[in-house]
């Protein structure tokens, strides 16, 4: 185990909407450090999102992001042979980079023709409530309210 904590790395903010959310969307979403290519991928997402719906898209982007984003999952833990899935509320860092991983991956499953066409209709479906992060993110909801008897057995 390490001695002490690694230092928080400070992201810089976004070129277009001066948000560091906004690098940190882009570096989970780049892929073999195409980090020119993640960007160009968003933002046209984002003029997509801006075609569509006639509202701000980083509005619809952080909004899409706060409905996926969970606030408690399970957690294993052996006790006496037996497993148990253990309830545990998530840290405000862990849940933003959940919900965002969980809107990447869910666009990348999306049927549709480019990768930025794919992440627009994710983000509105989930800005809306619908969509695969939503989902996701109210299955995981679901397992920790039925798993709550075991709430006590936390470590």
Known sequence: MRKRKPKKRILAPDPR?????VT?????MMWAGKKTVAYQIFYDAMDKI???TDENPHEI????????????????K??????????TEIRPNRKVSIGMKWLIRFSRERSGKGMAERLAAELIAASKGEGAAVKRRED??????????FAHFKA
């Not at 909407?17 to 959310?21: K, Q, R, S, T």
């Not at 982007?61 to 957690?75: C, I, S, Y």
């Open 17 to 21: 909407f001066g948000d560091p959310m």
């Open 24 to 28: 940190q969307f882009v570096n989970n």
């Open 50 to 52: 801006k075609e569509r």
């Open 61 to 76: 982007w952080k909004k899409a992001l706060d409905n996926a984003m969970p606030g408690v999952e399970v957690r294993s």
């Open 78 to 87: 052996r006790i006496g042979g037996a497993t148990f899935q253990i309830p």
């Open 140 to 149: 995981t909801h679901r397992m920790a309210e039925a798993n709550r008897a």
